[in-house]
T-cell receptor
Framework: DTGVSQNPRHKITKRGQNVTFRCDPISEHNRLYWYRQTLGQGPEFLTYFQNEAQLEKSRLLSDRFSAERPKGSFSTLEIQRTEQGDSAMYLC??????????FGEGSRLTVL | AQSVTQLGSHVSVSEGALVLLRCNYSSSVPPYLFWYVQYPNQGLQLLLKYTSAATLVKGINGFEAEFKKSETSFHLTKPSAHMSDAAEYFCAVSVAGTASKLTFGTGTRLQVTL
């Protein structure tokens, strides 16, 4: 069991650019979650997948954000036309059905 | 909707002293409650969880928490702090039927001094 893997760990980009983060969950976990954590705050729920189906999206997920999990395995989170307010740590977690969430180490985004 | 409030954004204790991190929850239905720890530049690690079984929950690294419905609290304790306990601690809540979606508190940074 290699745990939840996220890439890249750090991304620095200029405002207006697009960025994409990848999450590889624990292989037998069918649920995958994305959270966002800003400095001094707790993680905030963005979206989650059951297999390849995206079942819930937070109102925090504006139309510039899109998440996919095309084959029910890895997931990508894309942010288009980044803004400085998007600077945050993006955390991915996976779980078996209704079980404990296992978090990755996160992808830190800095928008200049 | 459910929420948690963590009292005290920073707590400092001496090595060997009692650790007490406070968490109060709000939920209209029986909650599931969690404590997570986060070390710098790392993800979150589950310390312990309450899922309606025993009200006193023991976790990893010597931590425990007690669910008190009358006080709507789930405070985290450890009898004797170690330097390695210095980290950010998050309380979180979810409810049955919400696909394990967690709502986190704002966190408490624990400092351990010699």
């Amino acid at each position: 069991d290699t745990g939840v893997s996220q890439n890249p760990r750090h991304k620095i980009t200029k405002r207006g650019q697009n960025v994409t983060f990848r999450c590889d969950p624990i292989s037998e976990h069918n649920r995958l979650y994305w959270y966002r954590q800003t400095l001094g705050q707790g993680p905030e729920f963005l979206t989650y997948f059951q297999n390849e189906a995206q079942l819930e999206k937070s109102r925090l997920l504006s139309d510039r954000f899109s998440a996919e999990r095309p084959k029910g395995s890895f997931s990508t989170l894309e942010i288009q036309r980044t803004e400085q307010g998007d600077s945050a740590m993006y955390l991915c977690a996976s779980s078996p059905d209704a079980g404990e969430l296992f978090f990755g180490e996160g992808s830190r985004l800095t928008v200049l | 909707a459910q929420s948690v409030t963590q009292l005290g954004s920073h707590v400092s204790v001496s090595e060997g002293a009692l650790v007490l991190l406070r968490c109060n929850y709000s939920s209209s239905v029986p909650p599931y409650l969690f404590w997570y720890v986060q070390y710098p530049n790392q993800g979150l690690q589950l310390l312990l969880k309450y899922t309606s079984a025993a009200t006193l929950v023991k976790g990893i690294n010597g931590f425990e928490a007690e669910f008190k419905k009358s006080e709507t609290s789930f405070h985290l304790t450890k009898p004797s702090a170690h330097m390695s306990d210095a980290a950010e601690y998050f309380c979180a809540v979810s409810v049955a039927g919400t696909a394990s979606k967690l709502t986190f508190g704002t966190g408490t940074r624990l400092q351990v001094t010699l």
